[in-house]
């Protein structure tokens, strides 16, 4: 590997990473209601998960997968579906409320989030397809390969939750938190509605 091989992986990963998928969004959602440190399990579970996933998708479960469109299918539409469920979850509570488990963004919800996150699965088969090099140590390259997208991804999430954090500044105004409530929620919706609509049935 060579400084090259890194700017190809910043290059193809960065973007996928950085931009607003499910994950993200919550992510800043859990920054305004919770902030920075409040968020710290939701990052752990979300990331925890994505790590073992990488590992197994990276040494083998990937190929696994393809065999069986089936089960692709039902985590692409579970996780849709979840996604819904944060959507609402967000819009039907209020910043002031966070004594209850069910008005703030917890472990749990990270690693249900990342299970059943689709475009996590994408982009895992994504980077492996890409950047596996056959001249290199396979093993040594999976392992390298998780490492670096790992530390991109938890330096990202918390820049997102971070942003949140920022955002919520603004939200003394119940007419301002209620439209970034709106905004939050309808972005998630959206996002549902367009992985819904990606999905194809298994034939």
């Not at 998780?146 to 918390?158: G, Y």
Request: charged residues 10%; hydrophobic residues 55%.
């Amino acid at each position: 590997m060579n400084i090259q091989y890194f700017l190809l992986f910043f290059g193809l990963m960065f973007p996928l990473v950085f931009s607003p998928g499910p994950a993200n969004i919550v992510f800043a959602m859990s920054g305004i209601r919770q902030g920075v440190r409040g968020s710290i399990p939701l990052i752990i579970g979300v990331d925890l998960v994505f790590i073992i996933y990488s590992l197994l998708i990276g040494f083998g479960l990937g190929e696994i997968l393809q065999l069986y469109p089936s089960l692709i299918f039902i985590l692409q539409l579970l996780g849709s579906l979840y996604i819904v469920y944060l959507a609402y979850k967000f819009i039907r509570s209020d910043k002031k409320e966070t004594d209850s488990n069910n008005q703030t963004f917890t472990f749990k919800d990270g690693v249900i989030l990342q299970m059943l996150n689709p475009k996590g699965w994408t982009m895992l088969f994504l980077m492996f397809s890409t950047l596996l090099d056959g001249s290199f140590n396979y093993n040594a390259q999976i392992v390298a390969l998780v490492i670096m997208l790992a530390i991109l991804n938890i330096s990202t999430h918390f820049i997102w939750v971070t942003a949140g954090n920022h955002i919520s500044r603004w939200t003394d105004n119940k007419r301002i938190e209620k439209m970034l409530n709106y905004f939050f929620s309808g972005s998630l919706l959206i996002v549902a509605i367009w992985l819904l609509l990606q999905l194809e049935l298994p034939i």
